[in-house]
């Protein structure tokens, strides 16, 4: 009876110190400043679908090969399950240890005595070693909690790659379809500058205009055939991102020929009062960082106290003829208790490093935050700017093509300068190719809106 009672006091006295943990518990951050922070990650619903809202059946299939076979993607997939794995090695810690053995030894002349001379011995065991760690300051339950955050902060990141590689995929079709389009733009400029050299050419041949305007127009005619390398050097750069995105070995990528850039048929909407924050997996993760960071302070800290364990060993030990009973029966107990005692002061060095990594994780997170609403906030400026800019260029182009009928027409009839048509034409020029790229620009600022809102935007 005296027994049983002291065996029970000592298992809750290890079973209380078991259940402290050294180091400060981590509280996870609900404010930046003002900023709310109260509600935890979650990746938007539409994070992984919101490019269906272009309706353009082949940025669908490109977003769907790339979230198959995008090599990154898959290293971060992997990358979660490595993490997740070193998590369920290190919450296993807290657990008794233990491996199957069996032996066979022979020795001759085992020890100094004469009686041993020409003595062979033999003999066999076989049974489980045990070991554990008492843990009795929360070490192992502090390096498991640490575990868990970087693992957590992994799959986070994975989600995140997720959103990113469909924004590189719809930027890079936009850059795709934009080149195309400022190509089609420049040869439809030619065809229209070489019907205007084609007048030129006609009154020249009969004395009504002169070599200074037939150079004039060839000036800007070798303006617009020079700028088409660029555009065709710009087709295949995007040609070869999207390949490398989607994995896919140069000349495989089929896009048609006709250079429409998708957009919306709703615009976007921010609802008010909603925290987009909890969409941003880059603010998660500097969270998630920061938790393992604090848990690493637990674990440094635990040194500064004994460590208990406890081996043994429970099985048989026979003579040669291997024989299995309660005469050969074997158990061992060798409890053991160790303390960094006399190099407190490199624990201590280490625990100030563990808590100067916390303190730059916590910075880290803060800026993070900060650099989230502002680029949210940007995004969604940038973008009605550049619409704003388009939609006036637009209005701009139907102005000059309407010029460049006039002129062209007071010119053949004679009542016009040619310095008038030839300004008409470059204003035409300028504006058709601008407009090209501010529907490019336009759309790609569309993308970095779902990407700084982490997929959560949504539509009117």
């Known amino acids: 009876m005296r027994n049983t009672v002291k065996l029970s006091t000592l298992a809750l006295l290890v079973a209380s110190l078991s259940a402290c943990s050294a180091g400060p518990d981590y509280q996870r951050p609900e404010k930046v400043e003002s900023i709310n922070l109260s509600q935890p990650y979650q990746q938007a619903e539409q994070a992984l679908s919101w490019w269906q809202a272009f309706d353009d059946a082949e940025l669908n299939q490109l977003v769907e090969r790339a979230l198959e076979q995008n090599r990154t993607l898959a290293q971060a997939r992997a990358n979660v399950d490595r993490a997740y794995a070193v998590f369920r090695d290190a919450d296993n810690d807290s657990w008794p ?60 990141l994975w989600r995140d ?50 070599e200074l305007e037939l150079a004039q127009i060839d000036v800007q005619l070798h303006r617009v055939k020079a700028s088409v390398p660029a555009y065709r050097e710009a087709l295949s750069a995007a040609d070869a991102t999207l390949s490398a995105l989607l994995a896919l070995e140069p000349g495989q990528l089929e896009l048609s020929a006709e250079p429409q850039l998708p957009g919306l048929k709703r615009p976007v909407a921010v609802v008010e009062g909603e925290n987009y ?54 158990w061992s107990v060798a409890p053991s208790l160790s303390w960094q005692a006399a190099d407190l002061g490199s624990v201590k060095a280490r625990i100030r490093q563990a808590e100067a990594s916390a303190q730059m994780a916590l910075a880290q997170f803060e800026q993070q935050v900060f650099d989230a609403i502002n680029e949210m906030q940007l995004s969604l400026n940038s973008y009605n700017l550049s619409r704003e800019q388009q939609l006036n260029t637009e209005q701009q182009w139907q102005a000059s093509k309407k010029a460049v009928k006039i002129a062209r027409q007071r010119y053949e009839a004679g009542s016009n300068e040619f310095l008038d048509l030839l300004d008409a034409e470059r204003e035409l020029l300028s504006s058709r190719d601008q407009l090209a790229q501010l529907q490019q620009q336009s759309f790609i600022r569309l993308v970095d809106i779902y990407r700084n809102f982490g997929g959560g935007i949504q539509l009117r």
């Open 97 to 156: 240890k233990g491996t199957l053995e069996a032996g066979y030894q022979a020795s001759e002349n085992g020890t100094l005595s004469a009686d041993d001379d020409d003595v062979i011995t033999r003999g066999y065991s076989g049974g489980a070693n045990l070991s554990w760690d008492l843990d009795l300051f929360g070490k192992l339950r502090r390096a498991s909690e640490a575990a868990e955050a970087q693992a957590q902060q992994a799959d986070i």
């Open 277 to 330: 924050l909890r969409h941003r997996a880059d603010v998660a993760s500097s969270e998630r960082l920061l938790a393992a960071r604090t848990a690493n302070i637990g674990v440094a800290t635990a040194d500064l106290y004994p460590n208990l364990s406890v081996s043994g060993f429970l099985g048989f030990l026979s003579g040669p003829g291997l024989t299995l009973g309660s005469e050969t029966q074997s």
């Open 161 to 210: 790659a997720q959103v990113r590689l469909i924004s590189q995929v719809a930027t890079s079709y936009g850059e795709y379809r934009g080149a195309q389009l400022r190509l089609k733009v420049a040869e439809e400029n030619l065809e229209n500058l070489q019907q205007s050299r084609a007048i030129v050419m006609a009154r020249l041949e009969v004395g009504m205009a002169s």
